[in-house]
C-alpha cells in the first residue's frame, strides 16, 4: 500500500499546553509546540486572533510551564526549562541539544501587548501575589521572592525538606505550603510581614494539599500515614487511607473532618489531580473520591456536616478547576449522549449549591482542560478530532457552539485528510472483563494484512477515539495514523490499571502467576487481532512506551507465537527493582511470594522462550524510568547472543523533548515494524 504522507507531516501538529485565563478581562494564554519550537500564545474577546508573544526560534527542547497571568492580566509569568513529567529532577535542567552548557530551569516575564520576553531568575514553581509585584517561588528546594518591577531574588528562610505547594492568602501577607521530610510531610504558613514560619496542626502524617479558605483564616489539607515509602500493592490491594483536616491559621490548631471509608474503593484516588480538594464559596469543601465506584466530585460543610456526591454515573471525572466565583466546579469528563463517549472526554460543569449537572460540549470530537473566563460567558478548552489534532477552543455557554482557534496553525501539508477514523472494539479479557480499544484501518490492500497492537504507558491512562490530550499520546496517535498508512491493522488497547473504565478496572486485584491482569489483557488484543477475518496471525507486531515497553516485552518474551516483532521503548524490565519492602519484611510469610511475583511479572525471566525480534529505544537523560532498565536488558541478550536492535538517544528524555528525536525514535519504530511484518 503507497505510503501518503512522511512521518514529519504526521508529527508535524502544534500542541497546546498551559491553557490559562486571566482574573478581570477575557483574555486567555496558552504555551504551543510548533515542531519544538515552544512560545506563548495569547488571544483576547471578541476576535480571539492568537497573537504569539515570546520569539523562541530554536528547538533546544526547553519546555513552558507555570504559565501564569498577572492579577491585572497585563503581564505573563512563566518557566523555561527542566523536564516537569517527569518522576525525579523535574526541576534540574536538561540539554538535549546539546548545548554547550545545559541550559537552566528560569522564571521569565513577557508583557501580554507584546515586547520582549526577559529571563528574571532560576527558578521554579512560581506563583503571583495580589499586589501583582510580589513572585515567590522555589530554588534549591526553598522559598524565594522577587518584585517584577525590581527583580532582586531574596530567600525567605531556611528550612529543613523540600517545599512545593506555594499558594498565597487572599490577603497576599501569607506564604501557604507543603514541606517534605522524607518520613513525614508538614502544612506550613510564612507570614511575610513578621518574617516568622509557622506550622499547621504537625504531625507524623503526610499532610499535603494545603487550600486557603476564601477569607484566609483556615486551610485545609490531606493527610495520610506517614513512614517510609510503601512498598508496591503486589500481594493484593489494600486500603489506602486519607483524611481532610481543617485549621486556623492563627493557632495551627487542626480537626479532622471527614475520614475516607475504610474501602477499596475509600482509598485515595491517583486519577488526575488526586482528591482535587478545593475550598469553594459558602464555606464549602469540595473533593474528588473513587468511593461509589468511578471518581466523582463530593462537597461539605467546611465545619460539619454529611458529604454529599454532585456527579454520579458510570464516567469519571479529571482536569477539575472551580470557577472564579467559586460556585460551580469545571471539569472534563468520558460521558454524552453517544454510545461511546466513554472512550472520549466532554465538558462538564456541576453547581455546588443545588448538585445542578450538565455536559456542555457533545459530538464526536473530544474537549479537555476547561478554564472559565472572567466574563463566566465563556469556557476555553483544548479540543480535537480523529482528524484535527489539539487545539485551543471557545465554548459560548449560552448557545453551547464551540470555535476552533489557531487552526491556521496547523502546517499547510498536514495530512488532515488522511487521518482514519478509529473505531470503537470491545471485546473480552479471560477473566470476564470487558476491554476497550481502538481499530485504525485504512480501506482496501491486501486480503490479509500485518497487524500491530500499541500497548499505552502510565499505566494510568486512556487512549481516545481521537487525537489525545496529552503531549506524548498525541504522538502516539500519529505513529498509529501512520502505521494504518502503511497498510498494518492497527489496535490501540485499554489494559487494566489504566483510567476511564472504574475502580476495579483501575485498581484490579493482582493474578500473579499469568503477569498480571493487565498482560491478560494485552495478550486477549493480541488474540482479537489473530481473529480478525483481515488479519494474518502469524505477522501481529506489537509497540509501547514505559509501561508500555515493559508489556511489550513481556509479550515478546512470553508469546512469541502471538507476537511476531515489537518495538520496547524506554521500558520497565525488573519490575523488583521498583519494589520498596519495608525493614523486616524478607522474614514475613508472603515475602517468598513476594519475590517471585515480581520476578514471574518480569520479561527477565522468559528470556528462553524470547524468540521474537526487537528494537530497544531509550534516551539516557530519562527521568522517569532507568536507562539501566535497558541497559541491562540489552546485556542479557548479548551475553546469551541473542539477536536484537538498539536505538540510545544521547541527553534525550522520557517525552523526546527535541523534534528531530522524535521523529527519529518514530521513524525507527515504524520501519522496525514495517521490515519484519509486512510482506515484500
Known amino acids: ?352 449549591a443545588d448538585g445542578n449537572f450538565e455536559i456542555w460540549s457533545q459530538g464526536e470530537s473530544i474537549e479537555t482542560n476547561p478554564v472559565m473566563l472572567s466574563s463566566s460567558q465563556l469556557i476555553a478548552c483544548i479540543s480535537s478530532t480523529y482528524e484535527r489534532p489539539m487545539l485551543p477552543t471557545l465554548l459560548q455557554l449560552s448557545t453551547g457552539q464551540m470555535r476552533v482557534i489557531a487552526e491556521e496553525l496547523l502546517p499547510k501539508d498536514f495530512p488532515l485528510a488522511e487521518m482514519v477514523k478509529p473505531k470503537q472494539v470491545i471485546f473480552k479479557s479471560p477473566d470476564g472483563f470487558d476491554v476497550h480499544g481502538q481499530i485504525f484501518e485504512k480501506e482496501g490492500g491486501a486480503e490479509k494484512k500485518a497487524a500491530v497492537l500499541f500497548v499505552h504507558g502510565g499505566p494510568q491512562r486512556q487512549m481516545l477515539l481521537g487525537w489525545h490530550y496529552g503531549d506524548y499520546y498525541s504522538n502516539t496517535y500519529a505513529i498509529n495514523q501512520y502505521l494504518a498508512n502503511m497498510g498494518f491493522v492497527v489496535l490501540s488497547v485499554n489494559f487494566r490499571l489504566g483510567i476511564g473504565y472504574g475502580y476495579e478496572f483501575h485498581k484490579p486485584a493482582r493474578t500473579y502467576w499469568q503477569g498480571a491482569e493487565e498482560y491478560l489483557d494485552v495478550k486477549a488484543a493480541g488474540e482479537y487481532l489473530a481473529g480478525l477475518p483481515q488479519v494474518d496471525p502469524e505477522r501481529i507486531g506489537i509497540y509501547g512506551g514505559s509501561y508500555g515497553g515493559y508489556l511489550t516485552a513481556l509479550a515478546l518474551a512470553k508469546d512469541s507465537d502471538l507476537f511476531a516483532a515489537g518495538v520496547d521503548i524506554h521500558g520497565v524490565h525488573e519490575l523488583s527493582s521498583r519494589l520498596e519492602m519495608p525493614d523486616g519484611f524478607e522474614k514475613a510469610p508472603d515475602f517468598e511470594k513476594a519475590q517471585r511475583t515480581a520476578f514471574y511479572s518480569s520479561p527477565l525471566a522468559y528470556l528462553d522462550t524470547w524468540r521474537s525480534p526487537v528494537l530497544f529505544i531509550h534516551g539516557d537523560d530519562d527521568r522517569n524510568v532507568q536507562v539501566s532498565q535497558t541497559t541491562d536488558l540489552v546485556r542479557r541478550f548479548e551475553d546469551r547472543k541473542m539477536p536484537f536492535e538498539s536505538l540510545i538517544i544521547p541527553d534525550d528524555t522520557h517525552h523526546w523533548m527535541k523534534y528531530d528525536n522524535l521523529v527519529k525514535v518514530n521513524q525507527a519504530t515504524v520501519d522496525f515494524l514495517g521490515k519484519h511484518l509486512l510482506l515484500k
Open 1 to 352: 500500500m503507497a505510503q501518503n504522507f512522511t512521518m514529519e507531516q504526521v508529527t508535524s501538529f502544534p500542541f497546546p499546553s498551559e491553557l490559562t485565563a486571566a482574573a478581570n478581562q477575557d483574555r486567555i494564554a496558552w504555551a504551543m509546540n510548533e515542531k519544538g519550537l515552544r512560545n506563548v500564545y495569547v488571544a483576547e474577546a471578541s476576535d480571539f486572533k492568537p497573537r504569539r508573544i515570546t520569539d523562541f526560534t530554536h528547538d533546544d527542547g526547553q519546555e513552558i510551564t507555570s504559565l501564569q497571568f498577572t492579577p491585572d492580566g497585563n503581564m505573563l509569568l512563566f518557566v523555561r526549562g527542566g523536564e516537569h513529567g517527569s518522576n525525579w529532577e523535574r526541576n534540574v535542567g536538561i540539554n538535549p541539544s546539546q548545548e554547550i552548557f545545559i541550559p537552566k530551569v528560569e522564571i521569565w516575564k513577557v508583557p501580554y501587548s507584546g515586547g520582549k520576553a526577559e529571563k528574571i531568575t532560576e527558578g521554579d514553581d512560581p506563583v503571583i501575589g495580589t499586589d501583582n509585584q510580589t513572585v515567590a517561588y522555589i530554588k534549591n528546594r526553598q522559598v524565594w521572592t522577587f518584585k517584577l518591577n525590581d527583580p532582586k531574588p531574596e530567600q525567605l528562610f531556611e528550612t529543613k525538606g523540600s517545599v512545593s505547594e506555594l499558594s498565597w492568602s487572599p490577603q497576599g501577607d501569607k506564604l501557604l505550603f507543603t514541606i517534605n521530610r522524607g518520613t513525614h510531610a508538614l502544612v506550613a504558613v510564612f507570614d511575610i510581614q513578621e518574617k516568622k514560619l509557622s506550622y499547621v496542626s504537625p504531625s507524623f502524617s503526610r499532610d499535603y494539599s494545603p487550600r486557603w479558605s476564601p477569607d484566609g483564616k483556615m486551610v485545609a489539607f490531606i493527610r495520610r500515614p506517614g513512614g517510609k515509602a510503601e512498598p508496591q500493592p503486589i500481594l493484593e490491594q489494600r486500603h489506602n487511607p486519607w483524611e481532610i483536616w481543617t485549621a486556623d491559621i492563627q493557632t495551627g490548631e487542626g480537626k479532622m473532618r471527614w475520614k475516607a471509608p475504610e474501602t477499596l474503593r475509600g482509598s485515595i484516588s491517583t486519577t488526575h489531580g488526586g482528591a482535587n480538594l478545593h475550598w469553594a464559596a459558602g464555606n464549602q469543601l469540595v473533593y474528588l473520591s473513587y468511593e461509589d465506584g468511578w471518581p466523582h466530585l463530593y462537597v461539605m460543610d467546611a465545619e460539619g456536616g454529611a458529604s454529599r456526591q454532585l456527579t454520579k454515573g458510570d464516567f469519571m471525572v479529571e482536569h477539575v478547576q472551580l470557577s472564579p466565583d467559586g460556585k460551580s466546579l469545571l471539569f472534563s469528563a468520558n460521558t454524552g449522549p453517544l454510545d461511546d463517549d466513554i472512550d472520549r472526554r466532554h465538558i462538564g460543569r456541576v453547581a455546588i
